[in-house]
Nanobody
């Protein structure tokens, strides 16, 4: 079964940087939107950033100015550059793509990668 594979998570001190990457393990349908979400312990999963065909990006207010999303819609790869990290950024980060299938939009999620920011 094709999966989205995330990489780049880890442990970093506050103020540091990490870069997350995501790519499918096999062939998938064309995608319209690629994005990142995160879930901290005891909290609901929340939107972080996404990028659409044409390069239009959107960010959560909490990460604006610190995180940058980039991606290749044709290659179905997406990255998240995270700078000036804060302890409150600690979470499992998930990649998601919206596939345009013959029967409609399918949301495909990755398994997640842990990001831990120490104070």
């Amino acid at each position: 079964q094709v999966q989205l594979v995330e990489s780049g998570g880890g442990l970093v001190q506050a103020g540091g940087s990490l870069r997350l990457s995501c790519a499918p393990s096999g062939s998938i349908f064309s995608v319209d939107v690629m994005g990142w979400y995160r879930q901290a312990p005891g909290k609901q999963r929340e939107f972080v950033a996404d990028i659409r065909d044409g390069g239009v990006t959107k960010y959560a207010d909490s990460v604006k100015g610190r995180f940058t999303i980039s991606g290749d819609i044709d290659k179905k790869t997406v990255s998240l550059q995270m700078n000036s990290l804060k302890p409150e950024d600690t979470a499992v980060y998930y990649c998601k793509v919206d596939e345009d299938t013959p029967v409609g939009i399918f949301e495909r999620w990755g398994l997640g990668t842990q990001v831990t920011v120490s104070s």
